[in-house]
């Protein structure tokens, strides 16, 4: 993980934070993953850009669907290592499903 002075500081300031969830909320937290339709519209925006380019529109909504992604990654992370430092066994989140 980068070091939470090396982020934004919204997210900074969220991972910090997450020091005080239950057990409970940091495996929800662990677990959180962008929705389908994010997945499917960020997939055909990549696509598109790829094949003749994006609208001024669409590079901003390409944009703020990776800043989500790497959003949630990161707090997916922070998640588990918390996880970790309690004692909790996080090998389950990096097997295939």
Do not use: C, Y
């Not at 909504?61 to 990654?73: G, K, P, S, T, V």
């Amino acid at each position: 993980l980068p070091a939470l002075d090396a982020l934004p500081i919204e997210i900074a300031d969220e991972m910090g934070q997450m020091v005080f969830l239950t057990d409970h909320e940091l495996w929800q937290a662990a677990r959180a993953t962008t929705t389908s339709v994010e997945n499917r519209r960020m997939q055909a925006l990549l696509l598109k850009r790829q094949r003749e380019g994006l609208s001024p529109e669409e590079e901003t909504e390409a944009e703020r669907l990776a800043q989500r992604q790497e959003r949630i990654m990161l707090l997916r992370a922070r998640a588990a290592t918390l996880l970790k430092e309690r004692g909790q066994d996080v090998s389950k989140l990096i097997q295939s499903p």
